[in-house]
């Protein structure tokens, strides 16, 4: 009898600690998840060699309504839920293409959510940005394209808390804070420029020309 007792109150303790330790133990964060088409080092550097190198020009005239942005882009989802769909986890959505539950990581500061509303979705070359290195000198519709690409290293989900640090800086002035990012970040960025023909000014490629020596 005892020996039955003691083997069931055993049981009953392992199977209370095992109850706590999943309440207690903190969840993994989501996957990481950074967006398509990120050059190789090797390609990047090609690329890096091939952008236009000046000084930036003047910020007169930018406004963010002469890039259209958040447009739709495949059947309900404009590219903000599009892309929140693309770089979650577990991502469910509603009929309007709104998530309604999943997980996010952000690759700037390794904060991970579930509450998709704390996400900003980050032009990794800011419009204003842009507008400095020659964006200023295209269509609208090349702007549109520019703001909504979802299939290039544009758009990135991060915390709005780091987006609003990041403001329209560019890599000579801001990195991430984690550092884990800071080759893919440069290579994205790379490739943007690369993609749309834009310039980069001299402190800028210096440090985008570090970060591949450096952390890549």
Known sequence: MRTTRHRVFGFLS??????LLLVLVPTAPAAAAVPPAIPTKATAQSQLNGLAVRSEGASSGYDRSLFPHWVTISGTCNAREYVLRRDGSNVRTDDQCRATSGSWYSEFDG???????T???DHLVPLAEAWRSGADKWSTTKRRDFANDV???VLWAVTA???RV??????????PPRTAIHCAYAKAWINVKYRYSLAVNSSEKSALQSTLNNRC
């Open 166 to 175: 990041k403001g329209d800086k560019d890599p000579a002035e801001w990195m």
């Open 119 to 121: 996400f900003d979705i």
């Open 111 to 117: 904060i991970s959510t579930n509450d998709p509303s």
């Open 14 to 19: 392992t199977t209370v600690t095992a109850v």
């Open 161 to 163: 808390s780091s987006n």
């Open 151 to 153: 299939d290039s290293p």
